[in-house]
């Protein structure tokens, strides 16, 4: 299909559009309506291994940032988060109620990690409904990686965790994304109800019946 075949049938079908993108953002609005909103904590860790003079700078580089991955995983194990929650500070762990796997599957969706890449720099995000309460978690989470790392590798004195960017917490919701929501919403939509628009147009063009036509020769008088 040409593109001004493809111009004049969206123009055509414009109804459709204006029926289907609207259709689709509701339900992403409902959709995002219906989600608590959560504030948002973050922090950077960087990771810092002692070597000796001789050793290679980028040996020691892949070797902090294979750490630094190590961490940011361990982070989302049970030992981590049992740690968070005797770690003393003000976290409400009913929050985390139910069986090991519910407040594990909890936890997973709170804590978010990630490794910059080609650094040492973990980057931790809190998520809560309650702003003091994701402040509260990313300074414990911060707090157990200082003290108790050792218990996650084998580097023992000679690794440290340095908090490069203190617990910085959002003044407004950040979850869900309500803007990228949209956005997507509105894409989708159009995708949707372009698609919906070329098969239907195919569609129509093969269950046209085709036309054929007979020419009929003249034919010479005949001579009795």
């Known amino acids: 299909m040409e593109l001004i075949e493809l111009m004049n049938l969206l123009k055509n079908k414009k109804q459709t559009i204006l029926i289907i993108v609207p259709l689709v953002l509701f339900i992403v609005i409902v959709f995002t309506l219906v989600q608590p909103l959560k504030y948002g904590a973050s922090l950077k860790a960087l990771v810092i291994q002692n070597f000796s003079a001789n050793t290679d700078p980028y040996t020691a580089s892949k070797s902090n940032e294979y750490l630094s991955n190590i961490l940011s995983k361990v982070i989302h ?58 402040e509260q978690i990313a300074k414990s989470v911060s707090y157990v990686l200082q003290t108790k790392h050792a218990l996650y590798h084998g580097g023992g004195d000679n690794v440290k965790i340095k908090i490069i960017d203190e617990s910085i917490v959002s003044r407004f919701p950040v979850k869900p994304n309500i803007i990228l929501n949209l956005i997507v919403g509105l894409v989708a939509g159009l995708f949707l109800a372009f698609g919906y628009i070329h098969l239907f147009s195919e569609e129509q063009i093969n269950n046209t019946p085709f036309v054929t036509t007979k020419t009929i020769g003249d034919q010479e008088p005949r001579i009795e």
């Open 77 to 134: 194990s049970n030992s981590f988060y049992s740690n968070v929650l005797i770690s003393g500070f003000d976290i409400d762990k009913n929050y985390f109620s139910g069986d090991v796997i519910k407040q594990m599957k909890k936890w997973n969706k709170t804590v978010n990690t990630k490794v910059i890449n080609d650094s040492s720099i973990i980057v931790v995000s809190a998520y809560h409904p309650d702003r003091s309460q994701a």
